[in-house]
Nanobody
Framework: QVQLVESGGGSVQAGTSLRLSCAAS????????VGWFRQAPGKDRDVVAA????????YYLDSVKDRFTISRDNAKNTVYLQMNSLNPEDTAVYYC?????????????????????WGQGTQVTVSS
């Protein structure tokens, strides 16, 4: 079992930055793929970024490439999402999710159905 807790959301002005954190419980966190998803009101939940178990493999939604960076510190059981140059279209509830990656380690998943564990979400609001 893995429990995930997001933090770092808030209300910011366009052009500024936020860093989201996803803290996980569990001794085998390093064997999990982690994804960040977001859901705006009335819209589907979309993957924003994902990272393989060692951090060498990453995925980004096209609209956030060059602005967002996903990283992980397995010693701290934490995955981060650094979000720069935020714009109002980034406004959403952001969720982190985890999925077992065995037997392959450095893979990522973009389908929310693949993820078994989810955090409660953190709100990000960007005003113009």
């Amino acid at each position: 079992q893995v429990q995930l807790v997001e933090s770092g959301g808030g209300s910011v002005q366009a052009g500024t930055s936020l860093r989201l954190s996803c803290a996980a419980s569990g001794r085998t966190f390093s064997s999990y793929v982690v994804g960040w998803f977001r859901q705006a009101p009335g819209k589907d939940r979309d993957v924003v970024a994902a990272i393989g178990c060692t951090g060498r493999t990453t995925y980004y939604l096209d609209s956030v490439k060059d602005r967002f960076t996903i990283s992980r510190d397995n010693a701290k059981n934490t995955v981060y999402l650094q979000m720069n140059s935020l714009n109002p279209e980034d406004t959403a509830v952001y969720y982190c999710a985890a999925a077992r990656s065995l037997p392959y380690c450095d893979v990522y998943y973009t389908d929310s159905e693949t993820y078994s564990y989810w955090g409660q979400g953190t709100q990000v609001t960007v005003s113009s």
